[in-house]
């Protein structure tokens, strides 16, 4: 279970919309969520990926590096 305060504005348009399609409030709320956690999920590893980069835990290799490593470069 999960509980929010939204601003009085968005409120007002989540209000409208379930209005004029017969849909919840809570609907649109899963929706939003749902479409974007992935998006919010991949920026948060994205950045942890270049703390590990920028401290040289990670590896890195070259666009040159790269193409040899899979043995497109002969």
Not at 1 to 12: N, V
Request: charged share 35%; no cysteine; hydrophobic share 35%.
């Amino acid at each position: 279970m999960l509980s929010l305060r939204l601003p009085k504005d968005i409120e007002d348009r989540l209000e409208g919309l379930a209005k004029r399609t017969g849909r919840t409030k809570t609907f649109y709320v899963r929706q939003a969520i749902l479409t974007h956690l992935e998006d919010i999920e991949d920026t948060f590893q994205a950045d942890e990926i270049m703390e590990r980069v920028n401290s040289g835990e990670e590896p890195v290799l070259s666009a040159g590096e790269m193409r040899k490593s899979i043995g497109l470069d002969g």
